[in-house]
Each structure stands twice: as C-alpha cells, then as structure tokens.
C-alpha cells in the first residue's frame, strides 16, 4: 500500500522469487552439510592415512567454495534485491523485528567467508589439527548462520506468542523453530551427500572412486530416518488451522506433498543404486538425476512452506497484500485507493473505472497473482466467472475462502475490480440480452350453465428445478413433480368424487407426449411423473398438461395445468463454461466438469472420472434428497443442507442470492417469479430467510443429527445472518417449510410480512397437501400451486398461470373469489365452508 508495485506480469505469482529462492536455499544447505562433509572427509583421510582421500577432500573443497560463495553469494543478493521490491512491508517488518538476529547471522556469514577461504588455500600448509579447527570453525558459523535464518523465516509461518507480546525470543524461537531447525540439518547433511556424488564419480582411481561414492551415500542414506522424524514432527507443531489449510484446504497443495511424498523412495533408492553400481555409464547420468530430484525434493518443501502462510506473508499479522491486519478494517472503510500512496486514481468516476480497476488489480491481486504465467496466474481464473460471480468470490475471500485475504476495498471498488477482472483482463462471460415474446394460451371451454362437472388440477410444486442430467451430466433435479386432481360434481351441494372414474393426462413436449392414469385416493386423483420432462426448445419455462375425467366412456370434465420447469441455473456464473443451450438457459458439460473439478478437490472424490467417462453424477447416491424420499449416506449432509450451506459462504452479500442459482431474475429466461407475492414486493427472503439464514436453519437440523461438515459450514455462516444462529430453528427440507398462516392469521389480511423461522410440523402441514376446513378441497386446487399463487403473472403468458380460474370464472383469481361459489355451487353461499374469509373480495387485484 505503501509502495510502487513492481508489475512482474508472467513472472508473477511468486515465479522470481521461487527460481532465485529455491537455487539460492539448495545451495545455502549445501553450505551447511557441505561444511561438515569437509571437515569429516578430511578425518576420514587423516584417520586412514590415506593422501588420495586428503587430495580429493581439497578439489571438493574448491568446488564447494566456487558454488557456495560464488552462486550462493549472487543468488542470496538476488532474494535481497527481489523481496525488497516485491514485498517491501514485509522485508522492513523482518528487518526492524529482528535487527539483531540479522546483524548476528551477516557476523556470522562473514566469519564463513574468511573461515572457508583460509580452509582452502592453507591445505598442506597448516598442521593437520589447526586445518580441522578451521574446518569445524567454518561449519560452526555455517549452522548458526542457518540457526538465525531458520528462525526468522518460520516466524513468517509461525509467530506464536511474539503476536501478543511482540517479545524477540517469542518470535524467534516460534513453535516450529526447533523441528525446522532439525529438519533443516538432516536435509543439508542429505544434499552434501549429493553433491559429494558429483565429484566422486569423477575420481580416476576405480578403487578409490567406488569407496568415496558409496561414502557420499552413507551422507545421503544415514539421515533419511531422522528427516522424516523431524518432518512429522514440523507438521505437529503447526496450529490446526494452518495444518488444515496446508493438507486439506489450499488449492494447488496436493502436487506438492505429492512430490515430496514420492521422491523420499526415489532419492532413497538412487543413493542405494549409487552404492550398489560401478559402471560409470550408469553412475554419472544418476548423480545428475539425484541433484536434479533433490533440487525438486528441497522445493516441493519450501513450496509447502510458503503457501502454508496463507493468507498472510507473516501470518496473523500482515497479510500478503501487504496490509497488516490490524489496518484492514481502516482500509475497508476509507478505500483501498484512498489510503494507497502510489495511485493515480483516488476517486471513482464512470470515466475512469476501469483505470481505477486495473490499480486495484495491481495493489490487491499481483502480490500472489501472475498475469499469463506459469504459477499462480489468474487470467484461467477470471474467465471462469461471470461479474456477479466475481463479485461473490471476491466478497467471500478471508471466510469461504480463507487462502485469500479478506477483500480490502469498500463495495465500491469491490464492484470495480470485478467488473475489471471479468471484462477487461479477459473477455468474460458477459450474457447477452433476453428478448421473451408472451404466447397466448386459450384455456379449455366450460359452460357454467351446461356443465355437471369441473376438473380442479395442480402440481405439488410450483417450479421444478432441473439439471438436465441426460445433457449435462449432473442430477441434482429436484423431483419430479405429482399431478393431483380433483372431480366436483356441480350442485347445490357439490360433491368431490374419486370412484367409478377414470382420469388420465397427456404432456406434449419435443421428445413425445407423456401419458398416464391418475390414481385415485380419498378425494383426489394423483401421479407421480418417473421423471422431469424436457422443456421444449423454446426455452419456455414450463410445460401444459391436458387432463380429463371420464365416466362411463364419457369426458365429463377437462381442464390443462402449467407444470412449472426451469432449466435456468446460475452455475456458470462462478464456475465458468457456457450455457447449456442458446437462451441462457440449460447447464453444459463443461461446467459440470468444473463444479465436480471443485468437488473432487474438497472432497477427495472421483466424480470427474465418472463425468468424463459419460456417466451421469447423481447427487442424492451420496447426500439425501428430502424431495424424492432418497436416503443418500447416513454420514453426509443432506443435498439442500450441503447445496445452500456451502454456496451460502460465497453469495451471503448477493442482493440476489436465491436468483442467482435459481430461476427468476428479471434478466433471465425464465423471467421475475410469477406469484402473486412477488407482485406485490415480497421477496424470497421474506418466507424463507435470507441465503445465510437458510443455510443455517437447514445446518441446524444436520448439526443435531451430528452430521459431519454441519459445524464448519454454521461457523463460516455464524456472522453472516440477519439472526443470531441460536434463534433460528432447524428444519427438514421439504417437509418443514414456511407456513402461510403464519402471515395469515385465521386466514385473515396479513398480519406480518415474513414467515421465516415458523415452519409446518410435517408434510401434512404443506400448502400442496393442506385441505380446506372443510376437509375435502386442497388449498392449491383453488389457490395454484405454491410459488405460482393465482393471480399468477408468467413472463411467457399471461394465461398460463391462470389456465383454470380464467377457464371456470373468467377472471385469473383464486376459484371461488369475489364470492363467485356458482363455479361449484349452484345456490348463493352465506356460509364460509372453506375458511374464515372466503366469502369476501378479493384484496389484490391485477391493475
């Protein structure tokens, strides 16, 4: 914030650091171990009173001091140079923080200068024991210059108690001080023997030339065991947060502990082949291949090592952006680009927004990101999203995603760098405009006068969500939808049948009609459809059935139902990949592909291999699905738990959270929600909670089946709520849901405008399965379908949610209202029969 920012572009993302770093590291344990190696190869020699030993011990003492001072010297001013213009907070926390420890460590480099230099060229000039004490004198100042560093650079990792009494001994010996000292010492006592190899190959004499390699793989060999040690004993040391982060969080981890897995055996196995074998064919190309596997070997560490810190550059106290923690809110308050010293622009206007855009680019995203290179680059990133997508993600940073530091912006500049990221950095997913043109649905003819019968229909569900699993590989549909009907016999006291008739529907839709017969029960004809059908390739959001009673062979009443279906899921709109079809509509392969990309990481499943193997993933094999009766794992979340629980974490702050997965946004195919409610200005949020809250009271009912995951997911959601999480009552989904009464109290004008956290005890309790007071007339065959609530108001027809009201009264309101009870009754009504209220006006007319 503080600083120019060096724009490295390709070479970002931590790429220049880590080629200067990691040579620079190599080289320095090669100091360490080598220094010893020296020092004991010389005892060795003297010991057995061997000249060619001592000979060999002095060409390697030459190349040891080419490589460590010459290399080492240039490659340790070259990490001075690179963290100094990369991260200038930082290298001057460090400086200031350990003055001392630094001063003590350059001491001691020098004292390793002059040692290693007097060590060389007074071979065979000094007494055997003055040249061994300054051997040992080299190697003394080599450890402790490794014994300084060591402990600055995992207070970086580490800091312990030194965050809350800034005392130098609490940071300096932090709590992995001590096994990444030991870790430290075993790996250079390993890497001297690597590099032994490499001038003992080259020994003329075959006898002296298999004695000195098989030496150099006891230096390898001998501390392996002790390594390993030190290493489990490094990650037991971590806090939990941090362990978790490194080997079950972190994106991009699992290649690195992989590496330094796998080539423990390899390197291990190679120094017992160069023991073993005397060809020089076979043992030169191995040497090499040995470096080379110990340079990745000591790399895949310090990568591990570095992306540990995440989010932070020192963790808990400045973050990697640069800020330090305790200055983040500030900055959140007034602006990064306001409290930031080297910007051009302070202020935000429409002319310079995407100027203003790139400058929190360069202040907030290069410091881990590269533009276009090989590590760490973020342009694959920025086109996964949509800018709302981006928008999410970059408002769940530091929580959801607890890699990456909080957002350090206001919601301004939030706004602006997405749209920078998604627009102008890379072309983006931008959608084009959607242009609905209303078709006109005629509803079936009914004569009032003539007719004996009527046919009441409706669906269980108002909008049925659909993944389109045959195209798109992934089945987390909701299910299908029940058809359920109901006969009335018209009459003076209309009758409900359900026996001696038969009554049957048709759905036309591209792939051929669907048929079936209606079972019937007490009061109601019903079926269950074996699967969601295919909405037609006009992207129309719902489908018509045609349904008709018969008796006798003969059509005593029909009617046609709107079975709401939506194909409109926001996927794509962070996890990249086009729509499924043209319309905006429809979920594609490829983002299936990316959301179980994400999935297999997390979880550590498999799911990819099964998509790319052209087998459809379906979500309730693993987590249960309360709308299909699908008992999934007994150890897993539930599928509306998971879903809203794990998406809630990043779309919290969305003011349109519920549409961006599901269908009903202004903009989209499917168009607004047609209820009445939401012609009226009720929002989702007003019956079923904000995302967060959803989220909770749906993890509640999983944490009190201790379902694991639960407690993760309410902790990240735990602030993010309009409610304190212990006053939000758990609930099943699909079975505990908002109650209608609670607004409407005694089926009167509502009293309250949210039903949240008041849900109905059961199924029976649904709007879909609750009967009037009468016992016998379902609310929704005179209301609609819940979420579909006559007057309804479809974006594609105005009929369409209205079939059967405009079919029997001529008007789009609930059956029977403004005391219109002639549809059944065939004798004016002075008695409420249905419930309190059902002989008044209708409140909330169409204008």
């Known amino acids: 914030m503080n600083y120019p920012i060096w724009q490295l572009d390709a070479f970002g993302g931590g790429l220049l650091i880590a080629i200067i770093a990691i040579i620079h590291v190599y080289i320095s344990h090669f100091a360490v171990g080598g220094g010893l ?47 100094a213009l990369i991260s200038p907070a930082a290298t001057s926390s460090l400086i200031h923080i350990f003055v001392f420890a630094w001063a003590i460590e350059w001491v ?4 390793e200068i002059i040692a290693l230099l007097f ?52 940071g300096f010996f932090n709590p992995t001080f001590w096994p990444a000292l030991f870790f430290r010492t075993f790996m250079a006592v390993m890497i001297a023997g690597l590099f032994g190899f490499l001038t003992s190959v080259n020994i003329k004499e075959a006898t002296l030339r298999h004695k000195m390699v098989r030496y150099c793989g006891l230096w390898l060999l001998t501390p392996v065991i002790l390594l390993l040690a030190s290493a489990l004993w490094y990650k037991a040391a971590l806090p939990p947060a941090q362990q978790e982060m490194i080997f079950t969080r972190l994106p991009g981890m699992q290649p690195f502990l992989t590496l330094f897995i796998w080539l423990t055996p390899l390197i291990t196995a190679g120094g017992l082949a160069m023991a073993v074998l005397r060809p020089q064919a076979i043992r030169r190309p191995l040497t090499w291949l040995l470096l080379l596997l110990g340079f990745l070997y000591l790399g895949s560490f310090e990568f591990i090592r570095e992306k540990g810190r995440k989010p932070y550059i020192i963790h808990d106290y ?111 997913i931008a959608d084009s405009p959607v242009h609905i043109s209303k078709e006109i649905i005629v509803p079936p003819p009914f004569d009032r006068e003539t ?12 909008m049925i969500l659909s993944s389109e699993p045959e195209q798109s590989g992934i089945d987390f549909s909701f299910g299908p939808p029940t058809l359920r009907a109901q006969v009335i016999q018209r009459g003076e006291t209309p009758a409900v049948l359900s026996e001696d008739i038969e009554v049957s529907y048709r759905i036309d839709n591209d792939h051929g009609p669907l048929l079936g017969n209606m079972v019937a029960t007490d009061n109601t004809f019903e079926a269950t459809l074996s699967k969601i059908p295919a909405v037609s390739q006009d992207f129309r959001p719902y489908l018509l059935a045609e349904i008709e009673a018969v008796q006798g062979g003969r059509v005593i ?66 987590h249960a699905d309360h709308s299909r009766g699908a008992a999934g794992q007994a150890d897993r979340l539930n599928l509306s738990a998971a879903m809203h629980g794990f998406h809630a974490a990043y779309l919290y702050k969305n003011s349109n959270s519920c549409t961006f997965c599901h269908a009903g946004s202004d903009h989209g195919t499917t168009g607004s929600p047609e209820d009445l409610h939401t012609r009226l200005g009720l929002a989702c949020s007003d019956c079923h909670g904000s995302l967060a809250d959803h989220a909770i009271s749906l993890l509640k009912e999983e944490q009190e089946a201790k379902k694991p995951g639960s407690n993760k997911l309410l902790t990240l959601l735990a602030d993010h709520g309009t409610l304190p999480v212990e006053s939000i009552k758990g609930r099943v989904p699909w079975t505990m849901e908002p109650d209608c009464l609670t ?105």
């Open 37 to 83: 190696f020296l020092v004991l190869t010389e005892m060795k020699g003297l010991r057995e009173g061997s000249a060619e030993i001592l000979a060999y011990t002095k060409r390697h003492t030459k190349f040891f001091l080419l490589l460590t001072m010459v290399l080492g010297g240039m490659t340790g001013v070259g990490i001075w140079f690179t963290i």
């Open 108 to 111: 001691f480099f020098l004292a």
């Open 119 to 170: 060590y060389y060229y007074t071979f065979g000039r000094l007494s055997p024991r003055k040249h061994l004490i300054l051997g040992w004198i080299y190697f003394g100042c080599a450890w402790a210059s490794l014994f300084f560093i060591n402990g600055i650079i995992d207070f970086m990792l580490t800091p312990g108690e030194w965050l809350n009494n800034n005392n130098f001994w609490s």
């Open 318 to 428: 400045m973050y990697s952006t640069s800020i330090r923690t305790t200055e983040l809110g500030q900055i959140q308050e007034t602006g990064v680009l306001a409290s930031a010293r080297w910007v051009k622009n302070k202020t935000i206007t429409p002319e310079n927004r995407m100027a203003a855009g790139r400058e929190l680019f360069n202040l907030l995203c290069l410091p881990c990101h590269s533009d276009g290179g090989p590590l760490n680059d973020i342009l694959p990133l920025a086109r996964r999203f949509s800018p709302a997508g981006m928008r999410s993600f970059l408002a769940s940073m530091g929580t959801a995603n607890p890699y990456m530091p909080p957002f350090a912006g206001n919601e301004e500049e939030l706004g602006v760098l997405a749209d920078y990221l998604t627009t102008r950095l890379v072309p983006g």
């Open 451 to 462: 007719a004996g019968y009527l046919l009441l229909a409706s669906t269980d569900r108002g």
């Open 557 to 622: 009443a029909a009617t046609r139902l709107k079975i709401g279906i939506s194909t409109e899921i926001g996927c794509r709109n962070c996890h990249g990949g086009p729509w499924g079809q043209q319309g905006r509509t429809g979920l594609s392969r490829q983002t299936a592909a990316n959301i179980l990309a994400v999935h297999d990481q997390r979880s550590k499943t498999r799911l990819g291999d099964d998509l790319a193997a052209g087998r459809i993933v379906v979500c309730r094999d693993c």
């Open 743 to 847: 607004c409407h109290v005694g089926f009167q004008p509502p009293e309250t405008a949210t039903a949240f956290n008041s849900w109905t005890a059961d199924k029976k309790g649904l709007f879909a399965h609750r009967f009037g007071d009468e016992g016998v007339l379902l609310c929704a065959s005179c209301h609609g379908a819940q979420h579909t609530l006559y007057p309804a108001d479809n974006a594609h027809s105005t009929e369409a949610g209205n079939l059967q009201p405009l079919q029997y009264q001529n008007s789009p309101y609930p059956i029977g209202a403004d005391r219109g009870c002639a549809v059944c009754h065939t004798v004016a009504m002075d008695e409420e029969l249905h419930h309190p209220g059902s002989l008044g006006t209708f409140r909330n007319r169409l204008e």
